[in-house]
């Protein structure tokens, strides 16, 4: 990544090498949950980026990590540390 598009994201979460992901539920007007199941089946640690935090998440995917835009440094680097240490 960086992916600013949903397909672009799609494919990367099927096939691309990834440690750990940060998503937002709102990727272009489009809902990111098909790649988070994606990276959930591949067993690849992720959390979403929301305005809304978990009220902002569908039913089945509540409960999640998640990151509450807007957001500080300070919070995107532990909510990455967070990720990894499931690794």
């Known amino acids: 990544g960086p992916a600013a598009e949903l397909d672009e994201a ?3 979460a099927v096939s691309a090498e990834i440690d750990a992901a ?3 539920v ?3 007007g489009k809902s990111i949950f098909p790649v988070a199941d ?3 089946a591949r067993g690849v640690p992720f959390a979403f980026a929301s305005g809304y935090g978990e009220a902002g998440l569908s039913e089945e995917h509540r409960g999640a990590a998640v ?3 807007p957001f500080r440094e300070a919070d995107l ?3 990455l540390k967070g990720l990894m240490a499931t690794v």
């Open 38 to 40: 994606a990276l959930k």
């Open 26 to 28: 709102n990727l272009g």
């Open 22 to 24: 940060l998503l937002d």
């Open 67 to 69: 990151l509450q835009k």
């Open 10 to 12: 799609m494919n990367l």
């Open 77 to 79: 680097a532990r909510a």
